[in-house]
């Protein structure tokens, strides 16, 4: 079965696509970042799935078990905000399912990053990404 990624609104709960909306509604189980944005997720959707986490406190056997339920369920994976795998631990599930040859399947939709280049005054056909600032005013001075 394939692991859907499924972007998921930035901001404004409307900005959400019907495509996401119709893989939510449709799968086995959903996959998200933390338990609270995920489940209000479902709740607007008036919808009710299985939820499993993926996020910086999940190790190996974590994602084992996650790849474990890829192989025979219709899963969705959702970040808390835009879209999974990007600046994420999303990308650890996706690269073992790759590994497995488990279809990964991607539905776009509100990107942060692009809206801010959308916005910019700048040619934006070539842009560089080194990621996002740290949290740290340290950190971020030395970046």
């Not at 998200?32 to 190996?60: C, F």
Request: charged share 20%; net charge negative.
């Amino acid at each position: 079965m394939p692991l859907f990624i499924v972007a998921t609104p930035i901001g404004n709960p409307e900005d959400i696509t019907l495509r996401a909306i119709k893989l939510i509604r449709e799968c086995d189980l959903l996959i998200g970042e933390e338990r609270k944005p995920t489940s209000q997720l479902l709740k607007a959707l008036g919808v009710q799935k299985p939820i499993e986490l993926l996020n910086e406190h999940s190790d190996s056997q974590d994602v084992e078990f996650l790849l474990g339920e890829c192989r025979s369920k219709n899963v969705v994976l959702v970040s808390d905000a835009g879209t999974p795998s990007f600046q994420d631990p999303g990308f650890l599930l996706v690269n073992s399912c790759r590994s497995e040859n488990i279809t990964v399947t991607s539905a776009p939709g509100a990107s942060s990053l692009m809206s801010l280049l959308s916005m910019s005054s700048h040619d934006i056909r070539e842009f560089y990404f080194a990621g996002f600032l740290p949290q740290d005013s340290e950190a971020q001075s030395k970046k």
